[in-house]
């Protein structure tokens, strides 16, 4: 394990004890990363004002608890910043699992086919139907904070730069 992992696995629901974030059930054990490739979504985050990098997760990957994470979309040993999403989109009437990372304050990204890794660092929240778009996009707003805020008191876990 690289020093970069084992920091994060010790930093790993540290901010839970400073801003409201979920425990997911069983907790967090260990570094998670799941790797794969880009693919083309629906395109609804880019419509909700939050374009997500869609992520075909390669067949062997650890098993994870649905929700929303802070973490890292790494491509290239690039570590971005991500508010991250597994699981279904129930708002939206989904069936199917997914893996989006919407990196922030990133618009420019053209990746499609690239082979990437997203690591969790902290688990926000579960997946859930929120009754409108207006209440889900404000969700993801808060989330996108919530992100944001871990990830900035983690920098140092990323490998690229200290807090």
């Not at 985050?45 to 990957?61: D, F, H, K, M």
């Not at 699981?87 to 082979?115: M, P, Q």
């Not at 409108?132 to 983690?154: K, P």
Request: with cysteine.
């Amino acid at each position: 394990m690289s020093s970069n992992e084992s920091e994060l696995k010790d930093g790993i629901n540290l901010l839970s004890k400073e801003i409201p974030i979920d425990e997911p059930q069983g907790g967090l054990n260990g570094v998670i990363r799941l790797a794969g490739s880009i693919v083309h979504g629906d395109k609804l985050g880019r419509i909700l004002g939050y374009p997500t990098a869609n992520i075909a997760v390669e067949t062997g990957s650890p098993s994870v608890i649905d929700g929303v994470y802070a973490g890292w979309l790494v491509l290239d040993d690039q570590y971005m910043p991500a508010a991250i999403s597994l699981g279904i989109n129930s708002t939206f009437d989904a069936i199917e699992r997914r893996l989006e990372a919407h990196v922030l304050d990133r618009t420019d990204l053209s990746i499609y086919g690239r082979k990437v890794t997203v690591i969790l660092g902290t688990h926000i929240r579960g997946m859930r139907k929120f009754p409108d778009v207006a209440t889900l996009v404000a969700r993801i707003e808060e989330d996108v904070c919530l992100a944001r805020t871990w990830l900035q008191r983690n920098v140092h876990l990323s490998g690229q730069g200290s807090s």
